[in-house]
Every structure is written in structure tokens, then in C-alpha cells.
């Protein structure tokens, strides 16, 4: 019935429109002064008449029928204005002047805005008529077209394994903000979430997506991660949240099926302000007047900071600055960083009514404490049933000591709890008594973190040792978890090993047996093919940072790295020569091992490249 209510109500519409533009045509012949704004109107109404005329020709278009409606009480108001009144008729008859423009310039602009947009809203409900006809399949084959990382969302395997949700009654103060703010219509459309390290920024951005998706709203996700190929470049940013939220909205979904069929190319080659534009502003702008499609979209940016091209970064925030309408495109960006000084910056350049701030170490400190005494509750009771402990272990004690120690942390609480509860042959109770009862050696915010760090470390080579074996054992940890922390891009166990292997490591089993002991700081995966990596990049910064890392056996000097990294450079490559001429496979397993090398940090290339 809606259907044909609003075909009917087009035909009303495609006669009004015609007798407002036959009406500003005898208002140009009348009346001089205000000709422009007379001119104006007309070629609005004859604009809109033309696409009323095809709509009307198209029987089954998905036509809005409120937006009809509202459209045709616009025009009447206008065309009431336009009519001569009875009077006016007489004294043409007459022959004297009758007619007097009836708006003023500021009338007209309203008028002409508000025909602009019906004009918009039908065009574009005349385009997508097009598109109904496109087949499910073929509008899934044109969104395969956008280059898409899989796990950057927030609920893929590869995020799973790496952040949780917030448990409950944890973090509300924060939640209730965040949760707050995606319902409110203010004009603060960028909501950034700031926070050190290990405060627990992933873990709320996390617990914030999966209530929006629980919620049936619209919402994509992209977390970052610093040496995970796609998930450290915005390059496949934009095409991933497209596809993404397509899924929510019809209308959205098919102008992104258009821009793909009009530039296949757009998803995977385009720069990332022409991604950014078109297939996110523009689409959103195109729906900013179909009433009956109008959706509140959200998109989560987790670990912006974890971003490995500058360059990207700033470019996306700059955008977000100079994106005049951001507020009004129906748009919500959540946003989680470190206070990091280019990120600042680019913030600062955003209109501080766009977006508001909350720093999670404002957030009170007692607050913070309880919450994460709970998450410590939590972890500690499973350990306590797998290990057959006590009922009362932990005690209340061990677990305030914990949280006081904590500083703020979560990845403090995380790391101790996996240090406590990893080792099948390692005694829990005496491992918490040992983190709860050593005294931190220096005044650092980050202090108990580094110390805990560094009890761990010294756990993993406890023994009885003669001084060559423990130099040995120093030089294989400098070896193996120095390379670990300094390659950008982590390396699955196997190719680890083809980089690392010498008179140190003999074979892959003996590299996986120096790993077991740094299961608490160092994921290694049971899949063969995922990357070996640091669990947070905390210790990556706290192995590489002299004043945090205070015991010399463990801290790692980059410097150091680069003359073994560059032998192993000019071994791969004499071996490549070597084997060309008897295999091509050959040529291309050692040109494949000369390119894991490029992924040594920037600071050792650059060394290399000085030096060869």
C-alpha cells in the first residue's frame, strides 16, 4: 500500500513542481529586483520536477513516503505564496502592475536548502533503483573487491587472543562515559580514550564494541598492532570499515557497490584520503537526508599509537580535522592511543566541540586499585582449582599487596597472574608470596612493572651454573629474545629459527626449550604458523630501556644486535649466489630470508646500510 500511496503522491508532486516553475517564470517578467532569488527557485523546482518525472517512472522504486509527504507540503507552502491573490488578478486586468515577490533573500535560501535536499533524496533513491536489480551474490562479489584485514576486528581470533573484556563490575565509571557518549547528540562526534601502557585502553574499547554489537547498532572495528603486517598500516583501514558497517545499512552498502563498480581499483590501490572520502564520507553524506535510512554509525580505533607510519597517522587525523561536517554525517569514532606527542598534535588540530578526552589516569586511583583487586580475585581463583590450592588462597592480603603494587597497571595484574599460574612444575603460592613480598629498587612510575619483569627474567635462568655456562646462557638470551623485541615484523617459530640459527641454537626444538621459561612476557603460540612476539609491548620497552631494565644480563643493547644480524645478512647472501645456479627454489628461499632481515628496526638498517 506504501507503494502505491507514494506513487500517487510523485504524481502530485511532479504537477506541483511544474506549477512552481511556470509560476517563478511569470515573477521574472514582473518583477526586476528580485530576479536572482526568483531565477533560483525556479531552476530548483524545474531540477526537481525532472527527477520526480524518471521516479515516477519507475513503478517499483523504493520511494520514502514520509519524505513525500514532506516535500509536497514544502512545495504547496511555496506555491501558495507564488498565486496571485484575487486583487492582484483585477488590477492586472487593468493593466497596472499587480505582482510583488512575496520572499525575502533569506526566505529563499531556506527554501532553495531545503529543495536541495529532496533533490538529493530522490536522485539518490533514483540511482539505487539501479542497484536493486544487482543481485545479492553480485554485490558481495563488488565488496570482495575492498581489500579487508580480517583481524583487525575486535572479534576475530587473532584479537581474541590477545585482549578480554572487562569483567563485570570493572572499569564502570569509564564504560558509563563511553557508553554515555554513543547515545548523546551532542556535537562531539570523536571520543579518544588516552591512556599509558598496560592501562587497559584495549580491554575497554573491546568491552565497548561488543555492547554495540549486542545492541543490534551499527558498528566496525579496526585494532592496531605494531608488527602484524595489515593491523600496523592504515592500508587496508578505510575498506575494512566500509565493508563493515555495509552490512547495516542497505542504502550505505549499495552506494559503496556503486563507487566500487565505477573504480574497482578504489579499495585496494587509492590513496587513503581518496578511500577516506569516497567510500566513507561521501557515501555517509548521501544518506544524511533519506529519513528512512537513517542510521547512527560507530567505528572503533584501538591502539592508534600502534601505528608504524607516522606519516598514516597524521594523514587520518588530519582528515578528521578538515572534515567540516564530521558531526553531521551520523558518525561516532571511538579512538584509543598513548598520549603520544604526533597524536596529541593531531587531536589538538580537531575543533575541541568535535570531540571530548578522557585520560584513564585521571580516572581516581582507588578506583583503578578495586578494580583491578577484582581481576586479580578472578584469575587467582582459576589457578587455585587447577593447582588444588587452599579454599582461602589467595589471601585478602596478597591480593591488596598486589593491586597496590599494580600502580595503575592492568598489564601488571595480567603478566603476574601468568607468572603465578604458567608452570606445571612452578609452586603458585610461593610465586605470589615472591612478587607480594620484593621491594621495587628504584622510584620510576613504571618500578613495580620493571621489577616484576625482572624477577621473571631472573626466574627463567635460575640454576646452578658455571660462570662459562652462564655467560652462554646470557649471549643466548640477548641472541634470541634481543631479536624477538627488535624485529618489527614477528616471526612464526620455524622462520625464527632459520634467522637465529648458529653455534647458539642448533635446532628448532632447542629454541622452543629457551622460549618455555618466558611463557609470562613472551607469547609463543601453538600454532606453528603464528608469529612469536612479546605479550605487551611494555616489555619490549622495558628490555630496551637501561634506566627501567637495572640488571646488565638481560637488558638489550639494539647496538649490539647489528653486528650479528649483519653477519647473518652476508651469510644469506653468499649462500643465495651460491645456490642459483643449481636451483631456483633456492634463489628464492634466500631472497625471502634477506627480506625477514628489512624487518629489523629502522635504527639497525640504517646502521647496516652505513656500513656494508
Not at 49 to 67: C, E, F, P, Y
Not at 79 to 88: A, D, M, T
Not at 121 to 145: H, M, P, Y
Not at 336 to 354: A, C, K, Q, V, Y
Request: proline residues 4%; glycine residues 4%; hydrophobic residues 40%.
Amino acid at each position: 500500500m506504501e507503494g502505491l500511496a507514494g506513487a500517487a503522491s510523485i504524481i502530485a508532486l511532479v504537477q506541483i513542481t511544474e506549477e512552481v516553475g511556470k509560476l517563478c517564470g511569470n515573477y521574472i517578467q514582473g518583477v526586476r529586483h528580485a530576479k536572482r532569488d526568483i531565477e533560483r527557485l525556479q531552476s530548483k523546482a524545474s531540477a526537481l520536477h525532472g527527477v520526480l518525472t524518471r521516479l515516477n517512472d519507475k513503478a517499483q522504486a523504493n520511494i520514502d513516503s514520509k519524505a513525500v509527504q514532506s516535500c509536497c507540503e514544502d512545495l504547496k507552502s511555496i506555491k501558495e505564496r507564488l498565486e496571485p491573490r484575487k486583487r492582484h488578478a483585477a488590477m492586472q486586468r487593468m493593466g497596472l502592475r499587480a505582482l510583488k515577490w512575496p520572499f525575502t533573500s533569506k526566505e529563499i535560501e531556506d527554501r532553495v536548502q531545503a529543495l536541495e535536499k529532496y533533490l538529493v533524496l530522490f536522485n539518490t533513491t533514483l540511482q539505487l533503483d539501479v542497484l536493486d536489480k544487482v543481485s545479492d551474490a553480485e554485490q558481495d562479489r563488488l565488496l570482495e573487491k575492498l581489500a579487508y584485514a580480517g583481524d583487525a576486528l575486535f572479534n576475530s581470533y587473532e584479537n581474541e587472543q590477545r585482549h578480554r573484556m572487562c569483567l563485570e563490575n570493572t572499569r564502570v565509571e569509564v564504560l558509563q562515559q563511553a557508553m554515555e557518549w554513543t547515545a548523546d547528540d551532542s556535537s562531539r562526534c570523536i571520543f579518544w580514550l588516552k591512556g599509558l601502557a598496560g592501562t587497559g585502553k584495549s580491554t575497554i574499547a573491546n568491552t565497548v564494541a561488543f555492547r554495540l554489537k549486542a545492541g543490534t547498532r551499527p558498528v566496525a572495528t579496526f585494532f592496531f598492532k605494531r608488527g602484524h603486517g595489515d593491523l600496523a598500516h592504515v592500508r587496508k583501514l578505510i575498506p575494512t570499515v566500509a565493508r563493515q558497517l555495509s552490512a547495516y545499512s542497505p542504502l550505505y552498502r549499495q552506494a559503496i557497490v556503486t563507487v566500487i563498480k565505477k573504480e574497482p581499483d578504489l579499495g585496494h590501490s587509492a590513496n587513503f584520503r581518496e578511500q577516506y572520502e569516497k567510500l566513507l564520507v561521501e557515501p555517509l553524506r548521501g544518506l544524511l537526508h533519506s529519513t528512512h535510512d537513517h542510521i547512527q554509525f560507530y567505528i572503533i580505533l584501538d591502539a592508534l599509537d600502534e601505528c608504524e607510519e607516522e606519516r598514516d597517522l597524521r594523514m587520518l587525523l588530519k582528515l578528521m580535522a578538515t572534515t567540516d561536517d564530521l558531526p553531521q554525517l551520523g558518525l561516532k569514532i571511538l579512538v584509543t592511543s598513548r598520549p603520544e606527542l604526533s597524536i596529541r598534535h593531531g587531536f589538538e588540530e580537531i575543533p575541541s566541540i568535535f570531540h571530548r578526552n578522557l585520560a584513564l589516569q585521571d580516572v581516581p586511583r582507588s578506583v583503578v586499585d578495586k578494580d583491578i583487586r577484582t581481576y586479580l580475585s578472578h584469575e587467582l581463583k582459576d589457578v587455585q582449582r587447577e593447582f588444588h590450592l587452599p579454599a582461602e588462597w589467595p589471601v585478602d592480603q596478597d591480593l591488596d599487596t598486589l593491586a597496590s603494587k599494580a600502580g595503575g597497571l592492568f598489564i601488571f595484574a595480567a603478566t603476574a597472574c601468568r607468572y603465578v599460574g604458567g608452570s606445571p612444575q612452578a609452586r603458585p603460592d610461593l610465586r605470589l608470596k615472591q612478587i607480594c613480598n620484593t621491594v621495587a629498587p628504584n622510584n620510576l612510575m613504571t618500578e613495580e612493572l620493571d621489577h616484576m619483569y625482572t624477577i621473571i627474567l631472573q626466574n627463567s635462568t635460575r640454576g646452578r651454573y658455571t660462570v662459562e655456562e652462564r655467560k652462554e646462557a646470557q649471549e643466548r638470551f640477548h641472541h634470541i629474545v634481543g631479536s624477538i623485541v627488535s624485529l618489527l615484523s614477528p616471526l612464526p617459530i620455524y622462520q625464527l629459527f632459520n634467522l637465529l640459527k648458529g653455534h647458539q641454537i642448533q635446532s628448532q626444538v632447542e629454541l622452543e626449550g629457551a622460549l618455555r621459561t618466558l611463557h609470562a612476557v613472551i607469547h609463543i603460540p601453538n600454532d606453528s604458523n603464528a608469529p612469536v612476539q612479546p605479550l605487551h609491548l611494555s616489555f619490549r620497552d622495558f628490555l630496551l630501556d637501561p634506566n627501567r631494565c637495572l640488571d646488565r644480563d638481560f637488558w638489550v643493547d639494539e647496538r649490539q644486535l647489528i653486528p650479528p644480524l649483519s653477519s647473518v645478512l652476508f651469510r644469506l647472501q653468499h649462500n643465495m649466489h651460491a645456490d642459483i645456479g643449481r636451483n631456483i627454489l633456492e634463489k628464492e628461499k634466500w631472497l625471502w630470508m634477506i627480506m625477514v632481515l628489512s624487518t629489523i628496526s629502522y635504527k639497525s638498517i640504517s646502521f647496516i646500510g652505513s656500513n656494508v
